[in-house]
């Protein structure tokens, strides 16, 4: 069982920056493929950014890339996304997920846990 907990989003100018936290509970962190998903009203949960057990793979939205950095640290358990220059189309609910296996890390379907959300609001 892992338990995630979101923190870092927030209102803020477009241009600007934010960096997401997603804390882990438990002792096998680093055995978790992790994911950033996002859910803006109306619309679907879409795929932001996944990286792999050690950091090795690292996957981005075409849309984020170049903007959106995902990293992990291990022994701090969390895993962050880092976010310049949002756009007001980047508004959404942001979500944590861990996957313990799967072949799709970029399909929401493959995640076992999720986090509760943290919403990332962008002003034009």
């Known amino acids: 069982q892992v338990q995630l907990v979101e923190s870092g989003g927030g209102l803020v100018q477009a241009g600007g920056s934010l960096r997401l936290s997603c804390a882990a509970s438990?002792?096998?962190?680093?055995?978790?493929?992790m994911g950033w998903f996002r859910q803006a009203p109306g619309k679907e949960r879409e795929f932001v950014a996944a990286?792999?057990?050690?950091?090795?793979?690292?996957d981005y939205k075409n849309s984020v890339k170049g903007r959106f950095t995902i990293s992990r640290d291990n022994a701090k358990n969390t895993v962050y996304l880092q976010m310049n220059s949002l756009k007001p189309e980047d508004t959404a609910a942001y979500y944590c997920?861990?996957?313990?296996?799967?072949?799709?890390?970029?399909?929401?379907?493959?995640?076992?846990?999720w986090g509760q959300g943290t919403q990332v609001t962008v002003s034009s």
């Open positions: 990286i792999s057990w050690s950091g090795g793979r690292i």
């Open positions: 997920a861990a996957a313990a296996a799967g072949s799709s890390y970029t399909s929401a379907r493959t995640y076992d846990y």
């Open positions: 438990g002792r096998t962190f680093s055995s978790y493929y």
